[in-house]
């Protein structure tokens, strides 16, 4: 079982930054690709951003594409979330979550069946 530990969520006004972490035990972190979704009021959980497990391959939604960068440290079993210029459509809970997947195609990280646990979640908030 793998234990997810979300922080950096809160409360920002349109156009803030924040960085959502995302520390990982209980597998070896850098065998599992990890991503970040998230899920608005009365909306399906939407896939956000993921990364591979040697980071040498990023994946984004289309509607945070050059706003948000995904990141990780394997040396500290982190995922990260840095999120730019943030819209009130942004706000949502986020959650990170891996997967054994080793594949290079985006219809495949995209797709929530393919992760296997979730962390808690986090409110991201913007103000408009």
């Known amino acids: 079982q793998v234990w997810l530990v979300e922080s950096g969520g809160g409360l920002v006004q349109a156009g803030g930054s924040l960085r959502r972490s995302c520390v990982t035990s209980?597998?070896?972190?850098?065998?599992?690709?990890m991503g970040w979704f998230r899920q608005a009021p009365g909306k399906e959980r939407e896939f956000v951003a993921a990364?591979?497990?040697?980071?040498?391959?990023?994946y984004y939604a289309t509607s945070v594409k050059s706003r948000f960068t995904i990141s990780r440290n394997n040396a500290k079993n982190t995922v990260y979330l840095q999120m730019h210029t943030l819209k009130p459509e942004d706000t949502a809970v986020y959650y990170c979550?891996?997967?054994?997947?080793?594949?290079?195609?985006?219809?495949?990280?995209?797709?929530?069946?393919?992760?296997?646990?979730w962390g808690q979640g986090t409110q991201v908030t913007v103000s408009s």
């Open positions: 979550a891996p997967t054994t997947t080793t594949a290079y195609t985006f219809s495949v990280y995209s797709s929530r069946g393919v992760y296997d646990s």
């Open positions: 990364i591979r497990w040697s980071g040498d391959r990023t």
């Open positions: 209980g597998r070896t972190f850098s065998n599992y690709a």
